[in-house]
C-alpha cells in the first residue's frame, strides 16, 4: 500500500470512529430511510483531523490555479479557513442570505472581477448548494471552474456540475469510502453492500454509468438533473441545471417594443425564469453593448439569453447574419432558433460561424395553417438529433422524437385566451407537458401584456412546474 493510500484510508478510518460517518438505521430530513449518515460538521471538533483534511484537499488541488478559497456555508466554511491559514491562500466568505442593511454584498472579502475563485465543500449529493455558491460568486464577477469536496455520495451531483460548467475534484467518492472502511475491517461487506445498493437506488441526478440504462427507457420521462448528464451541447447542460435549480421551465418571451421595457421586465421577471427569449429586432433600439447589459441581468437572475432569431438562409448569409450586423448576437445570445428549410447545412454553417451559441431548430409552427406538416417536422428533428453536440433541441408542439438529450420548446402558451386573432394558437401549460410533450414552455403576452408582469411570470412558472413535476418517471 502506497503511503497516499495508506494516509487516505487513515483519513476515512478517523472519520468513522468520530462518527462523521455512521451506519444504522436513519430516517433523513426527507423521511426516506438510509443505512448511513454523513455529518462532516463534526470535524471542526477534531483539529488533527481538520488539518489532515486540509492538507489532501490542498494536494488535490495543486495544478489548479486560483486566487480565493471560498467554502459553502456552513459546513464547508472550517475546511475552506484551515486551508486559507495554512496555506496563505486568501479566502472569501459567501453569506447565507443577503444583509438587511448597509452594503447588501453575499460576498465578503477582498477580490477583483475576473479573480478565479476556487469552492470547497463537505459532501456532495445534488450538487444544488455548491452551484448557489458558484452562481453568487459568479454574480460577483469572479471565475468558477473547479469545486473541491471530500465526499462524492455519487448520486449524480459531479454531472450537475459539470452542467454548471465547473469540475469536481474529490477527496473520496463513497465506493472508495466503503472499500476502504471494508479493507480496514471496520464495516462487513453486507454493510459496504447496503450503503452502495442504497446511493445507488436513490439517484438525485442520473450519472454517467446510467445514460445507456436512461436511453434504453425512452418512453421515462426524466427530470432535468437527470438528463444534464445525457445531454451533449453545453448550453442545455445549463438551462437544465437552471432550470432544477430555480425549479422553473419557463421562458418568457420579451417580445416588447422598446430596449428600456425590454430590460426592465428582464429584471423583473429574471428570478423566476429560466431563459429570457427575445426579438431584439423589434426594438426601437438596439446595439452589441445592450446584449451586455441583459448579459448583466441574465448573470445577475441565473436565466439565459435566447434569441428567437428564425435563421433560414444560405449557409453564406447566416455567417454574415450571425457575426455581423447591428446586433451582434452571437457577442451576448446563449441560444437561437433557425429554421431548417436549408437542411442540415444551415446547422453547419451556423455552428461553424458561432460555435458557442446553441442551436434550437423549428421544427414545427404554432400557428394554424402552419407549412410545417408531418414530413417537414420528422425531417427537422432527425437533423437535431443528428447533431447532438450543437443542437439542442427544437421548438415544437408534438413530441415525435422520444430522445431525452433533445429538449422540446413550446410555444403558444396562455392560460386566459385561445388565441390571438391573428393565427397564433393557444394550450394551458398543463396541455403542452402533458399532451404536446414540452420540455420548456414559451410565454409571451401571458407575461408582458399582464397587469403585474411578475405576479404572471410567479404564476407561469408554478403552473408550468406542477405540471412538469406530473408528467416525472421515477428513475428505478
Ligand atoms: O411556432 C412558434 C414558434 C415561436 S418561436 N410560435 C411562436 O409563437 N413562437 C414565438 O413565441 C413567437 O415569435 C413569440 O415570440 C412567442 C409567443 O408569444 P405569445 O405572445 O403568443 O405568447
Known sequence: MSIQTTKRAKLIARLHEIKALEFGDFTLKSGMK???????????????????????????????????????????????????????????????ERKSYGTKKMIEGVYAPGDICLVVEDTLTSGMSLIETNTQLRKSGLVVEHALVIIDREQGGREVLEGDDCSLHALFTI?????????????????????LNFVRANKVVANTADTEAL???????????????????????????????KQSNLIASADVATLDELL????????????????????????????????????????????????????NTLRLQVRGGQLGIDKWADFVTTH????????????????NLGLVLIAQMSTKDTLTDENYTTAAMKIATNYPKVVMGVVAQKRRLDDPASLQFTPGVNLDVKGDGKGQVYN?????????????????????????????????????WLAYSSTLSVLA
Not at 411570470?457 to 408550468?464: F, S, T
Request: hydrophobic share 40%.
Open 34 to 96: 438510509s443505512p448511513f449518515y454523513l455529518d462532516l460538521r463534526k470535524v471542526v471538533s477534531y483539529p488533527d483531523l481538520l488539518k489532515s483534511i486540509c492538507e489532501e484537499l490542498y494536494e488535490l488541488s495543486e495544478d489548479i490555479a486560483y486566487d480565493h478559497l471560498c467554502g459553502v456555508p456552513y459546513a464547508a466554511l472550517g475546511f475552506a479557513a484551515g486551508m486559507a491559514v495554512m496555506y496563505e491562500k486568501p479566502m472569501l466568505l459567501k453569506r447565507k
Open 175 to 195: 465506493t472508495e469510502a466503503m472499500d476502504s472502511l471494508f479493507q480496514q475491517g471496520l464495516v462487513t461487506a453486507e454493510m459496504r453492500e447496503d450503503v
Open 215 to 245: 436511453k434504453a427507457k425512452p418512453n421515462l420521462r426524466l427530470s432535468y438533473g437527470e438528463r444534464i448528464a445525457l445531454c451533449q451541447n453545453p448550453v442545455s447542460k445549463r438551462l437544465l441545471r437552471i432550470a432544477e435549480s
Open 264 to 315: 426592465k421586465l428582464a429584471d423583473e421577471v429574471g428570478p423566476h425564469i429560466c431563459a429570457l427569449k427575445t426579438h431584439v429586432d423589434i426594438l426601437d433600439r438596439f446595439t452589441p453593448a445592450d446584449g451586455q447589459r441583459l448579459r448583466s441581468l441574465a448573470d445577475k437572475h441565473d436565466f439565459l439569453l435566447f434569441e428567437d432569431r428564425k435563421f433560414g438562409d444560405i449557409g
Open 340 to 355: 431548417v428549410v436549408g437542411g442540415a447545412a444551415s446547422v453547419e454553417a451556423l455552428n461553424e460561424a458561432a460555435p
Open 428 to 464: 394551458t401549460p398543463s396541455i403542452a407537458f402533458n399532451e404536446k410533450g414540452a420540455d420548456f414552455i414559451i410565454v409571451g403576452r401571458g407575461i408582458y401584456k399582464a397587469d403585474s408582469p411578475l405576479a404572471a411570470a410567479i404564476k407561469y412558472k408554478e403552473e408550468g
